[in-house]
């Protein structure tokens, strides 16, 4: 058996993870599975960069600002493989809710609406708002700055994004020390069931197909132990599979509940695996399809298309400057050949290709594959806008018209 140990944050996304080792898929691929809870991004990303752990459930725009020296002392970081598409929700707090649309369920399924209210909300609010968001470099915080961005709103000038532990954020909203947050699930389920708040917007609804959640590991780790990694690759694939099993989601939302793993109500964990989720407290839970996929559309698979469309991001809120060099540096990050390499022999449908436009999709679609028939899901972004990898500049132009 080889052991390997794996950090992880408490969130229902943890869940490949935790199954492949509580369901025996890692040690079918022979790896001795330990997996390390952690509290904060920032530490997961220490333990990972100075070899406290051999891999990391990480959010996907560190694993790329690791690698840039964004976020610390450069780090050459890959992802091979993605853990989770979608998943997170903004929670506003009760009194600033008010001022959106009384009916939770339209804000969540018109956002281009609730974006505008929600910047109106900020001018008639009594100071500037303040919003947690679980790190700088977290797919949550790109897809704010992106909705907010839309209305009008600088999220660095018209806002305060503070930055807290996803489990911390319940906690800093009771004692009013920031008006909402964006996170993962269960804690925006756990805000909304003690009363502290609302669902206003939910990922999906902002773009259809939001990278989140990736696996990484130190690019010298994974090439030096090349066998490894495929058997890992393996097992975590297997694992998302199982998850993604809606006859497996009361058995899954169990085993997430225990204080080992994320350590919340099974009943909290439920909604998002149901995409089924209570907005506001005592009403009734609304459908939010596709709020978190694990497997399905070759959900794993690392488009490179998905790490340059982060690294727009990075280059339109001024966090890094945009260069040929630094770009292909951002896209290298995600890994399609490590996934190709190791799932190929496992009959998955594969994607022909390594990038696509993201955001064109407005209903399912065949597209070609090496092996077996993949159906891509629509991934459209709520404004329209399409991200073509191959001309960047011309995206970002649009979007700051």
């Known amino acids: 058996m080889t052991p390997l140990s794996i950090a992880f944050l408490p969130l229902t996304d943890s869940a490949p993870l935790v199954v492949a080792r509580a369901k025996g898929f890692a040690e079918a691929q022979g790896i001795d599975l330990s997996l390390v809870r952690t509290t904060s ?42 853990l989770n598409v979608n998943g997170n929700a903004l929670v506003m707090a009760n009194a600033f809710a008010e001022a959106l649309d009384p ?53 660095d000038r018209d806002v305060n994004l503070r930055v807290l532990p996803p489990s911390f954020m319940g ?16 804690w925006n389920t756990a805000a909304v069931a003690e009363g502290l708040g609302e669902i206003v917007a939910a990922g999906v609804d902002i773009w259809r197909r939001g990278v989140e959640k ?21 097992a975590v694939s297997q694992a998302a599979a199982w998850c993604d099993d809606p006859a497996n989601r009361e058995e899954l939302a169990i085993l997430l509940e225990r204080p080992e793993h994320v350590g919340q109500p099974a009943e909290w964990i439920m909604a998002a ?9 005592g009403d009734a839970p609304v459908d939010i399809p596709d709020f978190l996929l694990f497997h399905r559309e070759a959900a794993g698979f690392p488009w490179r298309s998905q790490a340059l469309w982060i690294y727009s991001q990075l280059v339109r809120w001024g966090m890094v400057k945009a260069d040929p060099a630094t770009e292909r540096q951002a896209a290298d990050v995600f890994r399609p050949d490590i996934y190709r390499r190791a799932l190929g022999g496992a009959g998955l449908p594969m994607p022909g290709a390594s990038m696509k436009l993201e955001g064109a999709l407005a209903a399912p679609l065949a597209v070609g594959a090496h092996q077996g028939a993949l159906t891509l899901g629509p991934d459209r972004f709520f404004d329209g806008a399409v991200f073509d990898p191959d001309d960047l500049q011309g995206y970002l132009a649009a979007l700051a018209r």
Request: zero cysteines.
């Open 103 to 155: 009916d939770p369920a339209k804000r969540v399924h018109d956002p281009e609406a609730v974006a505008h209210d929600f910047a109106n909300a900020i001018g008639l609010y009594r100071r500037k708002p303040v919003i947690g968001v679980v790190h700088r470099f977290s797919s949550h915080a790109l897809m704010l700055r992106y909705w907010l961005g839309f209305a009008g709103v600088d999220p």
């Open 273 to 281: 695996l149901r995409g089924k989720l209570m907005l506001r407290r």
């Open 214 to 234: 990736v696996l990484a590991m130190r690019t010298d780790w994974m090439e030096a132990n090349a066998e490894t990694v495929d058997r890992l690759l393996v």
């Open 171 to 186: 906690e800093a909203l009771r004692l009013g020390e920031i008006d909402g947050f964006i996170a993962g699930e269960p």
């Open 41 to 82: 991004w920032a530490t997961l990303r220490d333990r990972l960069v100075y070899g406290q752990v051999q891999a990391a459930h990480m959010l996907a725009p560190l694993a790329i600002a690791v690698n840039l020296g964004l976020s610390q002392h450069p780090a050459a970081i890959s992802a091979p493989f993605k």
